[in-house]
């Protein structure tokens, strides 16, 4: 199952979501690929890997130079990861011209979507074709909405609009969209007001993440997912939460 964690709206916690959920499921036994597939490659940094030490990203197999499989890292804190890097904006430009441009990323994850039960895929904080190569590979996408900001609600409904006319233009099933919300405080009423707003829309949150921790800080810092700095903490047992609602999900 592939799974893209996307929410137009910067700031919500995608890269946060995707290492965890990542980091989660691998140490459930599953076989794990995430890929970083946002410009400013915070998920890269954040596994601790360093870009200029590695021969092979994500650039190179979007640009054609190399395949997916000669762009994985392998056994970063129990997942395979392809990384990313900052030249992926260049690449997104490059795709415009392109043919099949939405395709870009399926075609090259074809060698080896089978090799794992769960592919997580991070992506830039905008519905640019980085964005929209990574829905079309999709399975289910998990979008983290903040519960500090309304914007992040409408980036979500953004969002959906974007997933039913993509699919409906590309004549393939919509990927189920599921909402995860995130820096959560249940004293504050801004929480409550967009849990509200979400659950009117008719996207019902699978999971509470509570606020930003001086532990989130750290361990991001250290290029070391929270799940396996800090397992103990409430952010990682909510994010176990997305997991057994993902494991549901699961076909």
Same mark, same amino acid.
């Not at 949150?205 to 509570?210: E, H, L, N």
């Given at each position: 199952?592939?799974?893209?964690?996307?929410?137009?709206?910067?700031?919500?916690?995608?890269?946060?979501?995707?290492?965890?959920?990542?980091?989660?499921?691998?140490?459930?036994?599953?076989?794990?690929?995430?890929?970083?597939?946002?410009?400013?490659?915070?998920?890269?940094?954040? *596994? %601790? $890997?360093?870009?200029?030490?590695?021969? !092979?990203?994500?650039?190179? =197999? #979007? /640009?054609?130079?190399? @395949?997916?499989? +000669?762009?994985?890292?392998?056994?970063?804190?129990?997942?395979?990861?392809?990384?990313?890097?900052?030249?992926?904006?260049?690449?997104?430009?490059?795709?415009?011209?392109?043919?099949?441009?939405?395709?870009?990323?399926?075609?090259?994850?074809?060698?080896?979507?089978?090799?794992?039960?769960?592919?997580?895929?991070?992506?830039?904080?905008? *519905? %640019? $074709?980085?964005?929209?190569?990574?829905? !079309?590979?999709?399975?289910? =996408? #998990? /979008?983290?909405?903040? @519960?500090?900001? +309304?914007?992040?609600?409408?980036?979500?409904?953004?969002?959906?609009?974007?997933?039913?006319?993509?699919?409906?233009?590309?004549?393939?099933?919509?990927?189920?969209?599921?909402?995860?919300?995130?820096?959560?405080?249940?004293?504050?009423?801004?929480?409550?007001?967009?849990?509200?707003?979400?659950?009117?829309?008719?996207?019902?949150?699978?999971?509470?993440?509570?606020?930003?921790?001086?532990?989130?800080?750290?361990?991001?810092?250290?290029?070391?997912?929270?799940?396996?700095?800090?397992?103990?903490?409430?952010?990682?047992?909510?994010?176990?939460?997305?997991?057994?609602?993902?494991?549901?999900?699961?076909?």
């Amino acid at each position: 199952m592939v799974c893209a964690v996307a929410n137009q709206k910067g700031g919500v916690g995608k890269t946060t979501t995707a290492i965890n959920i990542a980091v989660l499921l691998a140490a459930g036994g599953e076989r794990v690929l995430v890929i970083d597939a946002d410009p400013q490659y915070a998920l890269t940094r954040q *596994l %601790g $890997l360093e870009v200029r030490s590695l021969g !092979v990203n994500l650039v190179g =197999v #979007l /640009a054609g130079r190399a @395949g997916a499989r +000669d762009a994985i890292v392998t056994g970063v804190h129990g997942v395979d990861a392809i990384p990313g890097a900052r030249e992926l904006a260049g690449i997104e430009m490059s795709l415009v011209s392109e043919m099949a441009r939405e395709r870009f990323l399926h075609d090259a994850l074809a060698p080896v979507r089978s090799a794992y039960r769960w592919i997580v895929i991070d992506t830039p904080p905008n *519905l %640019g $074709l980085l964005t929209v190569n990574a829905l !079309v590979c999709a399975d289910t =996408v #998990l /979008a983290p909405v903040s @519960g500090e900001d +309304d914007a992040s609600v409408h980036g979500i409904l953004e969002l959906r609009d974007t997933i039913t006319r993509l699919t409906a233009r590309l004549g393939v099933p919509p990927p189920l969209l599921v909402a995860v919300l995130t820096r959560w405080q249940a004293h504050r009423r801004s929480s409550r007001r967009i849990e509200a707003a979400l659950i009117a829309a008719g996207l019902a949150t699978v999971a509470r993440i509570p606020s930003r921790s001086a532990a989130m800080v750290c361990s991001a810092e250290a290029g070391v997912p929270l799940a396996v700095s800090h397992p103990d903490r409430a952010v990682a047992l909510a994010y176990r939460t997305v997991i057994d609602v993902l494991s549901g999900l699961e076909v």
